[in-house]
């Protein structure tokens, strides 16, 4: 199989995940304009960089949205909310309104999504063994009802920790765009095999 959508190949990741989104930023020209985040050593350098040119973006116009997230308070060192607080959120000012992801309230979250229609960007990681946003390999995600968008999960193989809530693929699917930013040899390996195999679940995205 190939990959689908563009391959931006880039020695400066984060300077082209910038670019991305402000691009489409400029492109979408509504009053609002949403954005899920990730979460990750690649994200929280693709959120500096965004970060470092905040007059790039008029940031009371967005949204900002989770792609997943994990089980743990949102001040906890592995949050995803902290990371995109840290590296982005406290630098840029504020954001119109920026909706956490609480694991226990995943149909609040259900109910907002469909309210919105269509998330703008989602930016999306890439995990070793091939997962995306927080959709393990043989995971129960990988199996949700069509009209969920998104749920709780768990990787049964054990190698992620902690619960997690996340989009589902038909959450991902009513994004306007996917970036999906990989970097480092690792994830070139994971790349490489989601370029080559469709059990892998980055492959269905």
């Known amino acids: 199989m190939a990959l689908p959508g563009e391959l931006v190949v880039t020695d400066d990741v984060p300077t082209a995940f910038a670019a991305h989104v402000v691009e489409a930023f400029r492109e979408r020209a509504a009053d609002t304009f949403s954005l899920a985040l990730s979460g990750g050593a ?91 946003a927080s959709l393990f390999p043989d995971s129960p995600a990988l199996a949700a009802d069509p009209g969920r968008l998104v749920t709780l999960n768990h990787d049964p193989n054990g190698n992620n920790p902690y619960e997690r809530m996340t989009l589902t693929f038909a959450g991902i699917a009513r994004a306007r765009l996917a970036v999906v930013t990989v970097a480092g040899s690792e994830k070139a390996e994971a790349l490489a095999a989601v370029a080559t195999r469709d059990d892998l679940p980055a492959s269905r995205i």
């Open 42 to 132: 690649t994200a929280r350098a693709c959120y500096e960089r965004l970060a470092a040119d905040p007059a790039a973006i008029d940031w009371w116009k967005v949204d900002v949205y989770w792609g997943d997230e994990r089980c743990v308070p949102h001040d906890h060192q592995d949050s995803n909310y902290r990371l995109a607080r840290e590296a982005l959120l406290d630098r840029v000012g504020a954001a119109n309104a920026t909706h956490l992801m609480r694991c226990a309230e995943v149909d609040a979250y259900q109910l907002r999504l469909g309210d919105l229609g269509q998330i703008d960007l989602v930016h999306l990681g890439l995990g070793p063994d091939g997962h995306t």
